[in-house]
């Protein structure tokens, strides 16, 4: 059930200065079970494929070819990074199907996924480039468009951070609003049901809870496939 008194993540617990939040907590739970299902997925590995194998396989066939399609057979490698990525978000952004709140409502979870891409780009950008040519690709194409280049790079986490944050806390605000309306509305009515509550909401619990998730996460797997898939030309290829 969503609900508008706490429109930040609530602390757990504490170690020291730092606080653990619910978001970290969740995310552990994720972690957790995607850790589980490739357990158990590959632990009994079959010639051919059959049960929870079957599903594990399809899922890593289906993201080699996506990013492959997408980045280009030179980056497959990236390929259990974005499927991973891609998970997590889906899971973590659905999470208000089950009245929880979303880990990327958070903006310290999308800060710390955007920072996560941002520095596998530079990082590989370098390495694709070398350091010569990677100076030279932010100089491009005069050096003094380096401090521009510099600030246009750093935008792109920003930006990207702030998108799925926006998308899915408003999402979480607007279904609250909605839920404690509606509970005042079947309250005021004597209803014995709060079917105002439960009935109403629904097309909009579809759209936020399920169809944004799942736009959202693509969304961002996708601006971060095509930022590391430009930034990953090598020198003598790049224009």
Known sequence: MHSIEHLGPRKIFAIGDVFITETVIFFWIIAAVMIAFAYIST??????????QLVA??????????????????????????GTL????????????????PITADINMTFALAGLTFFLVHYNSVKAKGIVGYIKHMSA???????????????FPLSLSFRLFGN??????IMA???SGLRSASESLNLPIPLLQFLIPLPANLFFDIFEPILQGFVFTMLT??????NNIPHHEDH
Request: net charge positive; no cysteine.
């Open 43 to 52: 632990r009994r590995l079959e010639e051919k494929p059959r049960g929870i």
């Open 57 to 82: 396989e399809y899922i890593v066939e289906f993201v080699y070819n996506f990013t492959e399609g997408a980045m280009g057979k030179r980056n497959t490698n990236f390929s259990p990074y974005i």
């Open 225 to 230: 496939m095509v930022f590391i898939a430009i």
């Open 177 to 179: 609003l909605m839920f």
């Open 141 to 155: 194409p005069y050096p003094f468009m380096l401090p521009i280049n510099l600030v246009g790079e750093l935008a």
């Open 168 to 173: 899915i806390a408003g999402g979480t605000i």
């Open 86 to 101: 891609f998970m997590v978000l889906v899971i973590g952004n659905s999470l208000g199907l089950l009245g929880l709140r």
